[in-house]
Every structure is written in C-alpha cells, then in structure tokens.
C-alpha cells in the first residue's frame, strides 16, 4: 500500500463545475496535509495546507481532512481552464515533522 | 513572499562531469531545505534533507558520495552532482521550510532540468 494515494486521472469537467480532488494516506498518526499544484514543467505550487478535521477555505479552494477515515480532499469551485494542471496531495508522516510524502498527483483537466 | 530561487532553470552536459545547482530562499531565512528529484509523469522524490551547517540527511537509495549537499547558509544550499551518466539526466527541485508563521510549510524553487548526454 502506498503511503498517500491519488487517482492519477484525468479529471475532466467543465468549466465553472466544481472539481473534486481526493486523497488516502496510511500513516493514521499524520497531523499535517498539504495540496500543491503542478503545472507541466514547471515545480509545485502550494495552494492550500490542512491540519484539522473539518474543511478550510480559501477563495475558490476547500481542503477537507477527514482523519477517521485517513481522507483528505481539495474541491475547486468555478473551475477555470487555468487550473488544468496535476494536483498533488503531501502528508508529513507523524514520526518525522520534516519530510514530505507525496502521491502522485490528479491530473484535472478544465474544458470551456 | 516565501520566494524560493533556482540557478541554473536549465544545464546540459557531458557525461562525467560534474554539475552545480543552486538553491536560494530570497525573502526568509530557511532553517530546512529540500532536494528532489522528478522523473517524467512521476511524483517527486526526495532525496536528502539539508540543515544549515550540518550534514545532509540522505533518503535510501541515494549516494551521497554522488550528490553533495552543502547547506552554507540559512538562505543557500547547493546540490553537486558528480560523474554525471545520462540516467542522472531528471528535473531537480529545491525547497525550503520557512519554520514560520506555521512550521513545515515548504516552498518550492522553479526546478533545474538536468539533461546529461
């Protein structure tokens, strides 16, 4: 089993939908999520970091973490065709508060 | 802010030879940086975990002797690939932990592509 796993995609949907992006990890102890955005080619860009229960909000983006069930989610509202890109899901593990562990990103496409 | 730069974007060389990359945190001082390495329609991997004035702390599977990390400074940490082979031949990543407002957010350089022929 993976450590934190992603559907690798494509997402497709239509612009001005809402875009759902989700993500499983093992490590029940995880305390610290994180979504980064990836264009082709370019680094990671971080959008948004979670690190209780229940959802954040931030402009278009909810990160939702559902520790219970090992779960976290991004949900993009309004999806433009700019926010085409692979999202990658990160945790850092619980018995190391420095590294990353990342899946291997949702491709979502947005068509207008 | 939370600006993190690369140099060089981009390095083609020869094999056997050894290459330089930079990693500069430009608007905060860094007390963590990162380095990775991502294979085409891969995620990233991390390689090693650099503290400032200390050795770099090495994932399985990567040679140290092979890349050196040197973390000079709380802003500049550099990656020297040696006797590079066209298998090293990847995009590397940089990233640094701000340590602040909230710990073990980590920003990300524009990324070397490394292309050894």
């Known amino acids: 089993q993976k450590e934190v796993e992603q559907n690798s995609g494509p997402l497709s949907v239509p612009e001005g939908a809402i875009a759902s992006l989700n993500c499983t990890y093992s490590d029940r102890g995880s305390q610290s999520f994180f979504w980064y955005r990836q264009y082709s080619g370019k680094s990671p860009e971080l959008i948004m970091f979670i690190y209780s229960n229940g959802d954040k909000e931030d402009g278009r983006f909810t990160a939702q973490l559902n520790k219970a069930s090992q779960y976290v989610s991004l949900l993009i509202r309004d999806s433009q065709p700019s926010d085409s890109a692979t999202y990658l899901c990160?945790?850092?593990?619980?018995?190391?508060?420095?590294?990353?562990?990342f899946g291997t990103g949702t491709r979502l496409q947005v068509f207008p | 802010g939370a600006v993190v730069s690369q140099h060089p974007s981009w390095v083609i060389c020869k094999s056997g030879t050894s290459v330089k990359i930079e990693c500069r945190s430009l608007?905060?001082?860094?007390?963590?940086m990162f380095w990775y390495r991502q294979f085409p329609k891969q995620s990233l991997m991390l390689m090693a975990t650099s503290n400032e004035g200390s050795k770099a702390t090495y994932e399985q599977g990567v040679e140290k002797d092979k890349f050196l990390i040197n973390h000079a400074s709380l802003t500049l940490s550099t990656l020297t690939v040696t006797s590079a082979h066209p298998e090293d031949s990847s995009f590397y990543i940089c990233?640094?932990?701000?340590?602040?407002?909230?710990?073990?957010?980590?920003?990300f350089g524009p990324g070397t592509r490394l292309t050894v022929t």
């Open positions: 608007d905060f001082q860094a007390t963590t």
């Open positions: 990233s640094a932990e701000t340590g602040l407002p909230i710990s073990y957010e980590q920003y």
């Open positions: 990160a945790v850092i593990r619980s018995y190391n508060t420095d590294k990353l562990i």
